[in-house]
C-alpha cells in the first residue's frame, strides 16, 4: 500500500481568516474555495486508485464526514514543521500551495525530494518569479512579457500596463492601468513598501492557459484551456485603476490537433526545455495576441484549478499518468514485493 498525504495551503491551515486583513476577506475566501476544490479533486482521484492510502491536511474550520483520513498541526506546531512530520509518515507527499513568499520553497526543503512529488527545487525558483521566468523564456527566445522599471528606456508599448507582485498567484493584488506613469507611481509605491512588485505592459487577446504532464525531456500537452478573466471598475479616462478578477477556467476548450493547438502544443515543448526540473502536473499561462501568437504570462509549477476538471472528465487514468511521470509505480494490493513503488523511499 503507497502512502501519499495531501498538503493543500488554504485549506490545511496556512492561514486563518479570522486573523486576515478584513480587506482582502473576499479575495481570500475566493482562493479558499479554488484550493477546496484541487485539494478535494486530487484526493478523490488518489482514492480511486487500487493501492493507495491517501491522507490530507485541514484545518480548525473545516467540517468533514466520519471517515475522513485527514490531519491537522498541533497547537502551535508551524505549517513547515507539520507538512514535515506529515510527510515522513507517508511515502509521498503532494503539496499544493502558492509560490508567494517562497513558500512552495519552503515546503519542498520540509518534504525533501525523495518524497516530493511535483517539480524540483530549481523549477520551483525560477518559476516562483514573474520576473525570473520571463527573462529565462526570453533568454530561450520565447515570447512573454518582460519585467520593467519605471524610467526603462525600452518600456515602449502603446497599450495598458500592468502592476503585480512578482511572486503571486490567481490574479490577486493585479492592478491594470491605461497610463505608464500611473503604473509606475502604483510600481514605487509597492516598493517602498517592500511588497516586490512587477511592472509588465498589459498583453491583449484572449487568456488561455495549458495543462501540462512533465517527466525528464517528455512534455505532454494535456488541455488547452480558456480563462475566465475581467477587469472591474475604470473609468473612460482612465484616470480609476482596473483590477483583474479570475473567475475560473472552463478546459479543453482548444482541440490539440488544430492549428493552434499544435502552435501551443510546440510552445508547451520549448518552455519545458527552458526550465529544466518541471516534472508532473504544469500549468502554463498564455494570451493568444491577435497578431503576435501565444505570449506566455507565467509559469506555475504545480497543481492548477483546471486539474479538478480533467480529472473529473479523465478519471484516474490522468492520476495514473502524474504519478508515472514521478516514478512512481503503485503497489496494488496483493501485489508481489517486487512490485513496490520505483523510488523506495527511507525515512
Known amino acids: 500500500m503507497t502512502k501519499i498525504f495531501v498538503y493543500e495551503y488554504l485549506t490545511g491551515g496556512g492561514i486563518d481568516p479570522e486573523l486576515a486583513d478584513p480587506g482582502s476577506l473576499a479575495d481570500l475566501s475566493a482562493l479558499i474555495v479554488e484550493g477546496r476544490v484541487m485539494r478535494d479533486a486530487l484526493v478523490a482521484a488518489l482514492r480511486e486508485l487500487d493501492g493507495v ?43 499544493v500551495a502558492p509560490e508567494c513568499d517562497g513558500l512552495l520553497l519552503r515546503f519542498h526543503d520540509a518534504v525533501g525530494a525523495a518524497r516530493w512529488l511535483g517539480c524540483a527545487k530549481e523549477a520551483i525558483r525560477v518559476a516562483s518569479s514573474k520576473s525570473a521566468s520571463a527573462a529565462c523564456l526570453a533568454a530561450h527566445g520565447i515570447a512573454t512579457t518582460p519585467a520593467l522599471e519605471p524610467g526603462d528606456p525600452t518600456a515602449r508599448h502603446a497599450g ?3 502592476v503585480k507582485p512578482d511572486d503571486g498567484a490567481g490574479g490577486l493584488d493585479t492592478i491594470v492601468y491605461e497610463r505608464f506613469a500611473d503604473a509606475c507611481a502604483e510600481y514605487d509605491a509597492r516598493a ?20 501540462l504532464i512533465c517527466h525528464g525531456d517528455a512534455t505532454e500537452l494535456v488541455s488547452i484551456n480558456r480563462q475566465q478573466i475581467g477587469l472591474s471598475g475604470g473609468d473612460a479616462s482612465g484616470d480609476i485603476a482596473r483590477i ?10 482548444i482541440d490539440r490537433r488544430s492549428d493552434m493547438g499544435r502552435t501551443l502544443d510546440t510552445l508547451a515543448q520549448r518552455v519545458a526545455r527552458a526550465i529544466p526540473g518541471l516534472c508532473g502536473f504544469v500549468g502554463i499561462d498564455v494570451v493568444w495576441h491577435p497578431q503576435r501568437g501565444p505570449v506566455v504570462i507565467e509559469v506555475n509549477p504545480r497543481l492548477t484549478v483546471a486539474f479538478a476538471g480533467l480529472s473529473a472528465a479523465r478519471g484516474s487514468a490522468l492520476t495514473r499518468a502524474l504519478l508515472a511521470a514521478q516514478g512512481v509505480r503503485i503497489e496494488r494490493r496483493g501485489a508481489a514485493r517486487a512490485n513496490s513503488p520505483m523510488r523506495e523511499v527511507r525515512p
Open 244 to 253: 483583474v478578477q479570475f473567475d475560473g477556467v472552463l478546459v479543453d476548450q
Open 160 to 162: 495598458r500596463w500592468v
Open 53 to 95: 492510502h491517501v491522507s490530507f491536511a485541514t484545518s480548525r474550520f473545516e467540517t468533514l464526514a466520519a471517515g475522513d483520513a485527514h490531519c491537522m498541526a498541533a497547537p502551535g506546531e508551524s505549517m513547515t514543521a507539520f507538512v514535515a512530520r506529515a510527510a515522513r509518515e507517508h511515502d509521498y507527499a503532494w503539496i
Open 192 to 211: 517602498a513598501a517592500a511588497r516586490n512588485p512587477v511592472l509588465q505592459a498589459w498583453v491583449d487577446g484572449e487568456p488561455l492557459s495549458l495543462s
